[in-house]
């Protein structure tokens, strides 16, 4: 599992977004998105650098956390 520290989201449709966009990343099994404690976990085999791109593209900003 990788654990994404998520800045800039504000509200349910922030969330969803992200959310969203790491669900796509080839490789993505599964995902959830906290948004009060501004993080993600996602599982599967995707890069951690295609998760950061996935959530940079949609206006965030992410950093890999240790799980």
Same mark, same amino acid.
């Given at each position: 599992m990788t654990v994404l520290?998520? %800045?800039g989201?504000? /509200?349910?449709? /922030?969330r969803m977004h992200v959310q969203k966009a790491l669900a796509e990343v080839a490789g993505v099994e =599964?995902? $959830?998105v906290d948004l009060a404690a501004g993080r993600a976990e996602v599982t599967g085999?995707?890069?951690? +650098? %295609?998760?950061?791109? =996935?959530v940079e593209a949609e206006g965030? $900003? +992410?950093l890999e956390v240790p799980a």
């Open positions: 520290k998520i %800045s989201m504000t /509200c349910g449709h /922030c =599964a995902v $959830t085999v995707a890069p951690v +650098a %295609s998760l950061v791109a =996935a965030y $900003t +992410a």
